[in-house]
């Protein structure tokens, strides 16, 4: 029995490593990309969703591309209001407009300080969103990072619906990122992470 356990074991190990690095690949080749989402696209997509029901979520990081993504929306007229969720509490919106943005921050952005990590901006944003009544979020981050927030989102908020919109990053930029280290680096953590997600939804889809 021993003689045969040790290569059963190597082989279910093979078997579960060649799993994941296929579902890695998937993981990577669709990966929503910046370009596609257009004004156009997603207004066509929130179409059945009335304006007023619509809300902006921008979760911090990215060098501040998440947050230009999210006040690109607002100046395109698909949402009537922002919330960036997990600024550090010592920022104020001074320290992140700029004089073509003041007016949008001082009318129309909401800061939320409390999150620090993506399952925190996930509760942060549906306080928000139900606060306001909103039946609809663009959820603004990295491409990367978007399908992991995404699931924490639908998980805890399944009323809503969520349209990603993935924006560019220094990590993974839209191009030459498959030649660089750092970005698999980046991607093979995003992808861990994701998978430790989706199967604490499906143990505790609570």
Not at 88 to 110: H, I, M, Q, R, Y
Not at 114 to 122: D, I, L, M, P, V
Not at 163 to 186: H, L
Request: net charge positive; proline share 6%.
């Amino acid at each position: 029995m021993r003689n045969h356990a040790l290569p059963a074991a190597f082989g279910a190990l093979a078997g579960a490593s060649g799993l994941l690095a296929i579902g890695f690949l998937v993981f990577v080749i669709a990966l929503p990309q910046p370009r596609r989402a257009t004004p156009e696209r997603l207004e066509a997509a929130a179409r059945d969703v009335p304006f007023e029901a619509r809300g902006i979520v921008a979760l911090t990081g990215g060098a501040g591309l998440r947050i230009e993504g999210a006040i690109a929306l607002h100046q395109a007229n698909l949402a009537p209001r922002i919330l960036i969720s997990g600024v550090n509490p010592k920022v104020g919106k001074a320290s992140l407009d700029t004089a073509s943005t003041a007016a949008v921050f001082e009318c129309c952005v909401d800061l939320g300080v409390y999150a620090r990590t993506t399952k925190g901006n996930a509760f942060e944003a549906r306080s928000w969103l139900r606060s306001h009544d909103y039946r609809l979020v663009f959820l603004v981050t990295s491409n990367f990072h978007l399908p992991r927030a995404r699931a924490e989102l639908r998980s805890l908020a399944p009323e809503l619906t969520v349209i990603g919109v993935p924006v560019d990053s220094r990590t993974v930029p839209q191009d030459g990122w498959v030649w660089s280290p750092r970005a698999w680096v980046a991607l093979a953590k995003e992808y861990v992470k994701y998978l430790i997600v989706r199967t604490r939804q499906v143990v505790d889809p609570r």
